[in-house]
């Protein structure tokens, strides 16, 4: 590395005539929670997913569909009953969640989960520039490092180059997300998980780091995977659109198939396939 622009590196987009690498590999996993009681629960079932590198994918389904249990089988916060789960190749179906880590990015729907309150936005940074690299007992952000993060902070429009060592508590909760989403992306996950992540933002904020996300994703050609509400941001962003019920895949829809779907044959497709209508309140608002 010749200098501070060099230590992130921005991977190059196949070529067209390529065939895509497998970045996540799901195959038949299924998950029940507190099984043999009166809760049980059956989050997911015979569930399996391929994900290409470069893919955008969003996820749209009703509350208790298992959007955010794939999710969490995906990070490793639990293993799965039943399956295996593969990333960019190695099994790490029982991989537990720290080792997994270094692979994945996440963003929360809530904005206080990405970061830490009482530590600045240089510091912040430099904890996820740093994970996966060996931990020392000393601590502090290099000098070399800050021009480096003044820069990464100025792709975000906020201004917040010119308050590195401001506490991040102390900032807005749209400005907290793009902080979030910033270190998620800092160095280049296999796989980018967004969890609802405009869920928790008032529209004017959410649309703002929807726009964000999108120009990150397209300039470092992240795999992407994101959950939402919002069945116009699911047609109208990435390749890719799958819907969840009851812990399954209902229907897969990419290429000119989802660059002309509109809500109401989102709708019909979920009612022709489940046999009932599409009764998720937030998803319906967000039309």
């Known amino acids: 590395m010749n200098n501070e622009q060099d230590m992130i590196a921005m991977p190059e987009a196949p070529a067209a005539n390529e065939e895509k690498k497998t970045i996540l590999e799901i195959r038949h996993i299924s998950k029940t929670f507190n099984p043999n009681t009166i809760n049980e629960k059956k989050a997911l079932s015979d569930f399996s997913l391929t994900v290409k590198e470069g893919d955008f994918i969003t996820v749209i389904g009703g509350n208790g569909a298992g959007k955010s249990t794939l999710m ?59 994970r996966g690299a060996r931990r020392t007992l000393r601590w502090f952000v290099r000098e070399k490092e800050k021009q480096f993060y003044r820069e990464q902070l100025q792709r975000l429009g906020l201004g917040l180059e010119d308050r590195s060592t401001a506490k991040v508590g102390l900032l807005s909760g749209g400005q907290r997300q793009s902080i979030t989403l910033l270190m998620a992306t800092l160095k280049t996950p296999k796989l980018l998980l967004l969890d609802e992540h405009t869920a928790a933002l008032d529209p004017k904020t959410a649309k703002n780091v929807l726009t964000l996300t999108q120009e990150i994703a397209e300039a470092q050609h992240l795999t992407t995977i994101m959950i939402t509400h919002n069945m116009v941001d699911a047609i109208n962003i990435g390749n890719r659109l799958i819907m969840m019920n009851e812990g399954r895949i209902i229907f897969d829809i990419s290429g000119e198939e989802k660059k ?5 044959e989102l709708l019909k497709k979920f009612q022709t396939t489940v046999g009932e209508q599409f009764s998720d309140d937030k998803g319906l608002l967000n039309q």
């Open 72 to 130: 969490n089988a995906i990070c490793g916060v639990f293993s799965p009953d039943e399956g295996r789960i593969f990333l960019d190749g190695e099994d790490v179906t029982f991989l537990p969640e720290y080792k997994r880590a270094k692979y994945l990015g996440r963003v929360f729907q809530d904005p206080r989960m990405g970061t830490s309150p009482n530590m600045s936005i240089e510091e912040n940074l430099a904890l996820a520039y740093r």
């Open 260 to 264: 002309h779907l509109t809500v109401e």
